[in-house]
């Protein structure tokens, strides 16, 4: 069967981008990424897709006046690369209602809590103020509404004494860079 043709949203570090380059580098996994678009020039993950030999573009949302004509450039370009599956890896800019239902059911985030707890920013930190014993990570669907789609896949680690707002985020990374490709893997076997 042929590989699930994947476009990967990012703004900074990606590397949650890097795990699925890395799962994707294995011809027998049901996924392949086809198109890496970053809407900040300087992220890093641009350079490991570029890296991995994956074709990469860089739109610039302070190039169009307003969120609709930037979401129809990054729409464009997908189509164009024939991706059937948008993975969010990190990507800072929300998106507009009408790029979200058009790719309703076919795009995914990940986010660095447990869902429905601590949707938005500082998850992390919202975790250690609420005095959680554990925290974690979800793949969704994207819908709407921000860190709100139906869960995929889970990865869950302990809160330990003592942790910081940074100790706590890379553990949750480690368990975010095995969840996404999993949910990935498990997507494109069920198509
Ligand atoms: C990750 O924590 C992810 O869950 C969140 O943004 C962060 C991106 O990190 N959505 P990276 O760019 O993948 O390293």
């Known amino acids: 069967m042929a590989r699930l043709k994947v476009g990967v949203l990012i703004s900074g570090r990606g590397s949650n981008l890097q795990a699925l380059l890395d799962a994707c580098a294995d011809p027998a996994f049901p996924a392949g990424i086809a198109l890496v ?6 992220a890093q993950g641009l350079e490991r ?4 030999g994956v074709p990469t573009l860089v739109i ?3 190039d169009f006046p307003d ?3 930037f979401d129809s450039k990054m729409d464009e370009a997908l189509r164009e690369a024939g991706v059937e599956l948008v993975c969010l890896a990190g990507f800072m800019r929300l998106l507009s209602t009408r790029f979200v239902e058009s790719w309703r059911g076919r795009m995914i985030n990940i986010h660095p809590s447990l869902l429905p707890a601590f949707k938005g ?6 975790a250690l103020a609420a005095g959680v014993a554990e925290h974690g990570c979800t793949v969704h669907w994207v819908t709407p509404t921000l860190d709100d789609g139906p869960a995929i896949l889970q990865g869950k680690v302990p809160v330990l004494a003592g942790d910081t707002e940074e100790t706590l985020a890379a553990r949750v990374l480690e368990v975010e860079h095995r969840v996404y490709p999993e949910a990935l893997r498990m997507i494109a076997l069920r198509r």
């Open 60 to 62: 610039n949302h302070k």
């Open 67 to 69: 969120r609709e004509s």
């Open 37 to 42: 678009i970053s809407n900040v020039a300087t």
């Open 49 to 52: 897709a570029a890296k991995a």
């Open 121 to 126: 920013l500082r998850t992390h930190a919202q």
